[in-house]
Each structure stands twice: as structure tokens, then as C-alpha cells.
């Protein structure tokens, strides 16, 4: 196998980022359904959600049990202290999270809504530490954040006020598409993941460049359930380690990665 430098990306293959942001820019122009966002991010999870020190992996439309979805789960691993995980709810960047009159507007009482109920789900479900397994004590607290994605900065700024404010209330993050689009224009991309953890620097060049890969894209519901329950899938404080050869056996990438390879030419 090959050793990738990922960082040409920000130089002689910039034009292959530039085409994955031109098409998330005009996406983001037209008024399309929830979904075309949703699978749009999904594909490129690794360019929106994930980093080359903490969040190595995102989860496409998790189900909590039978009843509810999220759209994005994504961990972050926090070494000897577990790992964190945020529950993601992506709306519409045409619709303001808050009316003139500073009402909350009916898609963001329907993204609170689908947040409440998953909080309700996991409190009276001890089994999500079998789906979203934190390497903590099962005493200690479960590490478990969520985030509201609607609007723009530009159809919310006259009722940012409200929005930290419902923020605060419900303990959940409200954010704009454009935090989406930041996050990717200020992804930082390295050839290896880099983590303070001795376990994680222990794996090989190999394995940390196919960590960091920024095409990685995220995993599907079933594929995460299928590492998770796998009986070599190992709780710990170092999950990523113990488990790398069970992620990366069910990655798949975006289709630009081909064009990066094609870019590159043939490899030794």
C-alpha cells in the first residue's frame, strides 16, 4: 500500500477541494428537501465533521431503536477520559430558526422536538452504551452533546439574541450553515493522524495515513452497528487503537478520492 500526502490538497490538487466546495456552495443556493443536504454532508463527512486528532469518524443516520434517526452522530475521542459523542439534526439553510417577531419558527420547534425525544430514548434505554460505547466506567457520567443546524448567519442575525438563548435553555448547540461551510474551509488536512495518545503512535505510518484521510466518508447505520457488536470490538480508553482494523474495514470514501488518485497517477 501506498503512503498519501493528503496535504496536496491545499496545493498542487487544490482544484479537487475547490470542486467538493463549488458544488456544497451551490447546493447551499438553492432550496432543495433536507435529504440532498443530508447526503451531501454524508458523502463528505471527513471534510465536514471529522479531524486528523480527535474526531476520526462520523455515523450517517444512526436509529435509536425503532422509532427515531439521527442525522449525524460524531465521536470524539478523548483518550483516558472516553470518548464524547454529539448528536447532529441538519434542517433547511432557507428557513431562519426564528421568526421576525422572535418566534421560534416551526422548523426549529421540530428539531427540538426530534432532540427531545432522543434524549428521552437514551435515558430510559441502558443499552445505548452498547450502540455508542463511550470506554467509560458504566457509573461515570455518558459524554452526549447535540446540535441544531438551520438558517443562515444572514436570515438569523436580527434574532441571534433568541437563538442563544434557546441554546441555553435546551442545552443544545443552534448553528448556521455557515458553521458547516467554516468547518470545512478550515479543515486542517496532514498525511497522518495526529493525537497525543502513545497507543494511536504506536500503529504504524500506514494505518495513521489511512486515518486521515479527509475523503472518508460516513458510516452507514448498519455499518456501525456491525463494528459495535463485532465480538473483536474492544470498550476502552483507546477505542480507536484497540478497533482501527474493524473502522477502516468498513470505510468508504467519497468519489472525489478517485479523482485525487487519478491526479496522483500510478503509485509503487
Known amino acids: 500500500m501506498a503512503i498519501y500526502e493528503w496535504e496536496l490538497l491545499w496545493k498542487d490538487a487544490v482544484h479537487i477541494w475547490r470542486a467538493i466546495y463549488n458544488e456544497w456552495a451551490e447546493l447551499l443556493k438553492n432550496e432543495n428537501s433536507e435529504e440532498a443536504y443530508q447526503s451531501f454532508l454524508s458523502e463528505h463527512a471527513g471534510f465536514f465533521f471529522c479531524d486528523t486528532h480527535s474526531r476520526p469518524i462520523c455515523i450517517s ?8 434517526v439521527t442525522d449525524f452522530v460524531v465521536p470524539e475521542d478523548r483518550w483516558s477520559d472516553g470518548w464524547q459523542y454529539t448528536l447532529i439534526e441538519i434542517e433547511s439553510p ?11 419558527s416551526k ?8 432532540i427531545v425525544d432522543w434524549k428521552s430514548w437514551i435515558a430510559s ?23 441544531i443546524y438551520i438558517g443562515t448567519r444572514e436570515n438569523s442575525a436580527a434574532t441571534i439574541d433568541h437563538r442563544n ?16 461551510t467554516e468547518s470545512f474551509l478550515h479543515r486542517s488536512v496532514h498525511s497522518f493522524y495526529n493525537t497525543s495518545s502513545a497507543q494511536l503512535r504506536m500503529l504504524g505510518e500506514q494505518i495513521r ?16 452497528k456491525h463494528i459495535v457488536r463485532d465480538p473483536r470490538f474492544r470498550q476502552g480508553a483507546h477505542m480507536i487503537s484497540e478497533n482501527v482494523n474493524l473502522f ?3 470505510r468508504t470514501y467519497s468519489k472525489r478520492v478517485q479523482e485525487f488518485y487519478d491526479f496522483l497517477g500510478p503509485r509503487v
Do not use: C, M
Open 61 to 68: 443516520k444512526l436509529k435509536l431503536g425503532g422509532d427515531y
Open 94 to 104: 432557507h428557513t431562519p430558526p426564528f421568526t421576525k417577531s422572535g418566534h421560534p
Open 107 to 114: 422548523r426549529l420547534v421540530g428539531a427540538l422536538r426530534q
Open 125 to 147: 434505554n441502558p443499552s445505548i452504551r452498547g450502540l455508542l460505547p463511550d470506554g467509560r466506567s458504566y457509573g461515570a457520567r455518558f459524554g452526549l452533546s447535540y446540535t
Open 165 to 180: 438563548k434557546w441554546s441555553a435553555e435546551h442545552n443544545i448547540s443552534i448553528r448556521s450553515f455557515d458553521a458547516l
Open 209 to 224: 495515513n489511512d486515518l486521515a484521510n479527509p475523503f472518508a466518508s460516513a458510516y452507514t447505520d448498519s455499518d456501525w
Open 248 to 250: 477502516l474495514s468498513r
